[in-house]
């Protein structure tokens, strides 16, 4: 059983910039949720992905967007990035929308500058 | 007032101490609750889970106190290895969707 596996591992990036992290769910997992970390902060959540679908949504504007694709993996795509946007991006799968079993991903950690 | 709080510490105990962390929560119809461990500049992962009153894991013990709205975490016997941030996460549900909310973490640091 594979767990989940998050691209890139770090990532640099210029204001304004466009940035995809990528995430490969756990084998058997079809709902995948992506939250961001900002340092001494506890993970916030972003939006989950359920059958290719948007599934709930928090705080985040626009320009934080996603996709899941039918083997279940995801993209996060953020436009327009800014200072702020520095942060640890974690993926989480698990089995169903409402399952507890969340597996989570080593995470992306992005800087911008 | 935040979904999830704790206190940030951080908690600095010499080896074989007893240390106990607290959270407190708002939303009184949450049910489960779980504490997850993250080391420094990696994923969180789940350490323990409370649905009812309590839960034990050998050194490790949740308990939920429902009236007061908070769960706490105590560890025994403390091991450099116990060193790491601990954060409180309840889930919350909105329609179809169930996601966790984080609290900020309570860093440990066990001390030789």
């Known amino acids: 059983e594979t767990g989940v596996t998050q691209s890139p591992t770090h990532l640099i990036k210029t204001r304004g910039q466009q940035v995809t992290l990528r995430c490969s769910s756990q084998?058997?997992?079809?709902?995948v949720s992506w939250y961001q970390q900002a340092l001494g902060q506890g993970p916030q959540f972003i939006f989950q992905y359920y059958r290719e679908e948007e599934n709930g949504r928090g705080n985040f504007p626009p320009r934080f967007s996603g996709l899941q694709f039918p083997n279940y993996s995801s993209e996060l795509n953020v436009n327009a990035l800014e200072l702020d946007d520095s942060a640890l991006y974690l993926c989480?799968?698990?089995?169903?929308?409402?399952?507890?079993?969340?597996?989570f991903g080593s995470g992306t950690r992005l800087t911008v500058v | 007032r935040k979904e999830v709080e704790q206190d940030p510490g951080p908690f600095n105990v010499p080896e074989g101490a007893t240390v106990a962390f607290n959270c407190t929560y708002s939303?009184?119809?949450?049910?489960?609750f779980f504490w997850y461990r993250q080391d420094c500049r990696k994923e969180p992962k789940l350490l323990m889970s409370v649905y009812s009153s309590g839960n034990e894991d050998g050194r490790f013990t949740a308990q939920l106190n429902r009236a007061s709205q908070y769960i706490s975490l105590l560890i025994r016997d403390s091991k450099l290895s116990d060193s790491a941030t601990y954060l409180c996460?309840?889930?919350?549900?909105?329609?179809?969707?169930?996601?966790?909310?984080f609290g900020t973490g309570t860093l440990l640091a066990v001390q030789p």
């Open positions: 989480a799968s698990s089995l169903e929308s409402v399952g507890y079993g969340y597996t």
């Open positions: 939303n009184s119809a949450s049910q489960s």
């Open positions: 084998s058997g997992h079809n709902t």
């Open positions: 996460v309840v889930p919350r549900y909105g329609g179809a969707t169930n996601k966790l909310i």
